[in-house]
RNA sequence: UCCCCGAUAGCUCAGCUGGUAGAGCGGGUGACUGUUAAUCACCAUGUCCGUGGUUCGAGUCCACGUCGGGGAGCCA
C-alpha cells in the first residue's frame, strides 16, 4: 500500500509515532503521526496539510518533488476529518503557531470522510449542538474539554490534599429534599418511585460525622423546565462537607478552593484560552484571596445605591447578581439570606434568627451563581420543626434526624456547579458548551 | 407557563412597496513552491418549514400550526 521512496528490499524501521503536544521533543526526527485532516490548502507544487490528532494540531507540508507522484497528486484530495496517517521530519518554523511543522514523506488516508458537516466558516449553535459528537473535534472545544478536565483534576486534587475522603453519593434517592416537582421520578421495583439526586449534601453531612473531611462528586439532575445560559437538566456538582466547620470557616475554604481552580486553569491553558477561546485571562489573574464578603442586607443596599431597586426579601435573579458581581474584580461571597429564601436544613443565626447561615459565591462578569452553601442546623429540635415547617415526610428524614441525635456537632458544606466554572473560567455565553453532551429541557441527543 | 425573534442551497445568510431565487463556505475541474478562514477562474445544487387565505400572481402579505433560538419565571 505504501509507496516508500525507499529500495523495497532494506525495508525502513517505522519511525515512533508521536503526539503533537510533544512534538517539540522529536525535532529534526522523523515520526509518524496518526490523526485526522483538520484542514488543507493547497499552493500547486506543495500541500499544506493541518493535522490534528486530539493533543493538538500541527502543519504538514507535502512538497511535490518529496513524495511520489501519486501521493502528491492524493494528498490534495483529502478530504476534511478523514482520518489519516503521516510520516515525516520534524522541523522548528518561525511561520507555524506551534513552532514546529512535519516536512511530509508519506501520507496515507485511513478512512475518507466525505461531506463533513461541519465546514471552516460559521454555524449555528443550534446546528452545531445537533452535530455535537463531530464539534467536539474543534479547536475550540477541544480546549474547552482540556479545561473541564483540568476542573475537575483540580478539584480532586484540592480535597485530596487537604485530607478530604471522597465519598459517593447515591444517585437514586428516595424522597426531595424540598418538595419533589423538581425531580426527575423514576419507577423502582415494589418500592414504588424513586427520584434522580439533586444533591449529595445530606449524604455528605452523615459521611462528614463519620470521616470528619469529606466530598462528593458527581452528576446531578434538575427538572425544572428552566430554558436560560446557566441551565442543564444534567450537570456536575462537586459538594464538600466538614464537621465542626462554621460559616466563616465555610467562606474561607470555598475561597482557597476557587483560587486553587483557577491557578491551575491559568497554568495549564492560559494561552489557549487567550488565544483560542479569546477570552481576556487578566480578569482570572485577579482572583487571589480575599474575596468580598457582604451580608444579604449589606448587598440589598449596593443593589439600591447601584439604581437597582430592591428590598428585603427579595431573592437575587440573574440581574442582580450581575449587578454585585460586576462591582468587583473577583468573586463575591453574599451570605446571611433571608431563611425563607433557603432551604430547610440551614442553622439560623444566632444574632439574627430571621437569617439563615448560608452564603452563595458569585463569580465575576456576569457568570453567576457558582457556589452555594452554608452551615447546618445541628440541632434536633430546630430541624424538626423546620422539616415540620416546611411540610416535608418527617419518616424519610429519619436518618437525617439521628445524626443530630448521636453526636452531633456544627458543620458545614457547599456545592460547586462544575459547568458554570468552566462557564466563566473560559468566558462562554452558555454553560452547555462546557459538558460533553449537554442534556438540557429540549435536548437529549446525542 | 409567559414575552420577544426566527425558519430560503449541505452550512452561514441576502432577497426593498408582491412579478417564479443569490453570495460566501463546503464539493468538483484547472492555475499557483510558504499558505494561515490562502487566492484566482469555471461548474453543480433548492418541497423558499407546513396548511389554509388574500391576489391575475406569494419566498415576500394575513391566520393557524410545527420546529428552533433568546430571555423571564422557576432554580439550595
Known amino acids: 500500500m505504501s509507496l516508500s521512496r525507499s529500495a523495497p528490499i532494506e525495508r525502513r524501521m517505522p519511525p515512533p509515532v508521536a503526539r503533537i503536544s510533544q512534538i517539540s521533543k522529536y525535532e ?45 497528486a492524493r494528498a490534495d484530495h483529502i478530504l476534511q476529518e478523514s482520518s489519516i496517517v503521516v510520516r515525516g521530519t520534524v522541523r522548528a518554523d518561525k511561520r507555524s503557531p506551534l513552532g514546529f511543522e512535519l516536512g511530509v514523506n508519506h501520507v496515507e ?7 463533513y458537516p461541519i465546514t471552516p466558516k460559521e454555524h449555528g449553535v443550534a446546528y452545531l449542538m445537533e452535530k455535537r459528537h463531530l464539534w467536539l473535534r474543534s479547536a475550540r472545544q477541544n480546549v474547552i474539554l482540556r479545561v473541564r478536565h483540568t476542573v475537575e483534576k483540580a478539584i480532586r486534587d484540592f480535597f485530596d490534599e487537604d485530607g478530604f475522603t471522597l465519598v459517593d453519593a447515591p444517585i437514586f434517592t428516595p424522597a426531595a429534599c424540598e418538595g419533589t416537582s423538581t425531580l426527575f421520578e423514576v419507577p423502582y421495583f415494589d418500592l414504588g418511585k424513586a427520584y434522580l439526586t439533586q444533591s449529595g449534601q445530606l449524604y ?17 439532575f434538575r427538572a425544572e423546565k428552566s430554558k436560560t445560559r446557566r441551565h442543564l437538566t444534567e450537570f456536575w456538582m462537586v459538594e464538600p462537607e466538614v464537621a465542626f466547620m462554621d460559616l466563616e470557616e465555610d467562606m474561607t475554604l470555598a475561597e482557597r478552593f476557587i483560587c486553587s481552580i483557577v491557578q491551575r486553569v491559568l497554568d495549564k491553558h492560559e494561552r489557549e484560552i487567550r488565544e483560542v477561546l479569546e477570552r481576556d ?3 482570572l489573574q485577579t482572583v487571589k484571596p480575599p474575596f468580598p464578603r457582604m451580608t444579604y442586607g449589606e448587598a440589598i443596599e449596593r443593589l439600591n445605591k447601584a439604581g437597582h431597586p430592591s428590598k428585603w426579601g427579595d431573592d437575587f435573579g440573574g440581574d442582580e447578581e450581575t449587578v454585585l458581581a460586576s462591582q468587583f474584580d473577583r468573586p463575591v461571597i453574599v451570605h446571611r439570606y433571608p431563611a425563607d429564601l433557603k432551604a430547610f436544613y ?35 429540635d430546630a430541624l424538626l420543626g423546620r422539616i415540620e415547617e416546611h411540610k416535608l415526610p418527617v419518616e424519610a428524614f429519619e436518618w437525617y434526624l439521628d445524626l443530630r441525635k448521636y453526636g452531633s456537632v456544627p458543620h458545614a458544606g457547599f456545592g460547586l456547579g462544575v459547568e458554570r466554572t468552566v462557564s466563566w473560567l473560559c468566558g462562554l ?6 459538558i460533553p ?10
Not at 429 to 434: K, L
Open 28 to 72: 529534526g526526527q522523523e515520526v509518524e503521526l496518526r490523526g485526522w485532516l483538520y484542514g488543507k490548502r493547497s499552493s500547486g507544487k506543495l500541500h499544506f496539510l493541518q493535522v490534528r490528532d486530539g493533543s493538538g494540531v500541527i502543519q504538514a507540508v507535502v512538497f511535490k518533488n518529496e513524495v511520489p507522484t501519486e501521493m502528491f
Open 437 to 446: 453532551f449537554a442534556r438540557m429541557m429540549e435536548r437529549i441527543t446525542p
Open 109 to 115: 488516508v485511513v478512512h475518507e470522510a466525505k461531506d
Open 346 to 380: 440551614f442553622k439560623r443565626d444566632p444574632a439574627d434568627p430571621r437569617v439563615a447561615l448560608g452564603m452563595d459565591v458569585l463569580a465575576p462578569e456576569g457568570f453567576g451563581e457558582i457556589i452555594g452553601g452554608g452551615q447546618r442546623e445541628d440541632d434536633f
Open 429 to 434: 455565553h452558555h454553560v452547555r458548551e462546557t
Open 204 to 220: 455528605m453531612e452523615a459521611a462528614a460525622m463519620a470521616l470528619g473531611k469529606v466530598y462528593c462528586f458527581g452528576p446531578t
Open 281 to 283: 485571562t487578566s480578569k
